[in-house]
C-alpha cells in the first residue's frame, strides 16, 4: 500500500491515506475512513497504544476536521447536524438517518455533525466539517438528509445529482486530527495536532468550479 507518512514514533504511525485505499484491511487502524474518502488515519503501532488511542475516541477527546464539497447552496453559513442514525434496513450498505421519536429510532445512535462554509460555488459549497461523534458514513448521511450531499458521492447521492467534470470519488479528505499521544519521551508526550494538505484530484476539481 502506498502513502506518505506524517509522522511515526514507536507507538504510533500517523498516514496521509489515498483515496482507493482500503482502511479496514489495516492490522490496529485506530479510527476508520472510507474507500474513497482520503486523509489522516492512525495507526497503533502496539496493542497498549491502540487501548490509549481508541479510550480517546470512545471518549470524544479527539478533535476531527474534514474537507468537504457539497452539491447546492447551504442556506447557514454555519450549522449543527444532530440526530439519530443505524444501518438502513433497505440497503445494507448504507446508514440511515432518523429523528428521535419518529418510527424505528428506539435505541439508534445518536449522532453531531458542525460545518462551516468556506467557499460557494456556482452549484456547489465547500465546507469544514467537524464531526463530533464517530459513527460509520455520518458525514455522507447527514448531508444526503440536508439534501447537500457530497459531490461525487455514487451511495448516497440521489438519482440525476450534478457532478463536478473530472471528479472521480466522493470529495471528503480528512484534513485535521488532534489527539493526545502516549507518554513516553518528553518530546513526544502530550496532544499533537496533523494536517493533511488537499489532494491533487481535489483542488484541481475546485479549480474548475465557477466561485459566487
Known amino acids: ?4 507518512i506524517l509522522y511515526e514514533d514507536e ?12 482502511a479496514d ?18 495507526i497503533a503501532k502496539n496493542d497498549k497504544a491502540l487501548e490509549f488511542f481508541q479510550k480517546q475516541f470512545k471518549e470524544g477527546r479527539v478533535e476531527k476536521k474534514y474537507l468537504a464539497l457539497v452539491v447546492g447552496n447551504l442556506k ?11 444501518r438502513s434496513p433497505k440497503d445494507r450498505r448504507k ?22 462554509v468556506l467557499q460557494r460555488f456556482q452549484n456547489y459549497t465547500l465546507i469544514e466539517v467537524t464531526p463530533e461523534t464517530g459513527r460509520k458514513h455520518q458525514i455522507r448521511a447527514h448531508f444526503a438528509y440536508l439534501g447537500h450531499p457530497i459531490a461525487g458521492d455514487k451511495l448516497y447521492g440521489f438519482k440525476g445529482q450534478i457532478c463536478p467534470s473530472g471528479l472521480k ?6 484534513n485535521y486530527l488532534k ?14 495536532e496533523f494536517k ?7 483542488k484541481l476539481c475546485l479549480q474548475n468550479l465557477k466561485p459566487l
Do not use: C, W
Not at 1 to 4: G, I, R, V
Not at 185 to 190: D, V
Open 1 to 4: 500500500m502506498k502513502f506518505n
Open 11 to 22: 507507538d504510533v504511525l500517523v498516514i496521509d491515506k489515498l483515496a482507493g485505499m482500503v
Open 25 to 42: 484491511e489495516i492490522p490496529r487502524r485506530i479510527h476508520r475512513l472510507d474507500k474513497d474518502t482520503s486523509g489522516i488515519l492512525l
Open 76 to 86: 447557514n453559513q454555519r450549522g449543527v447536524i444532530e440526530t439519530l442514525i443505524s
Open 95 to 116: 446508514q440511515k438517518v432518523y429523528l428521535p421519536g419518529e418510527p424505528g429510532s428506539q435505541g439508534k445512535r445518536r449522532v453531531i455533525t458542525k460545518y462551516k
Open 169 to 174: 470519488r466522493q470529495f471528503l479528505h480528512a
Open 179 to 192: 489527539i493526545k499521544l502516549p507518554n513516553g519521551a518528553p518530546a513526544k508526550a502530550g496532544t499533537r
Open 196 to 202: 493533511s494538505e488537499l489532494p491533487n484530484d481535489l
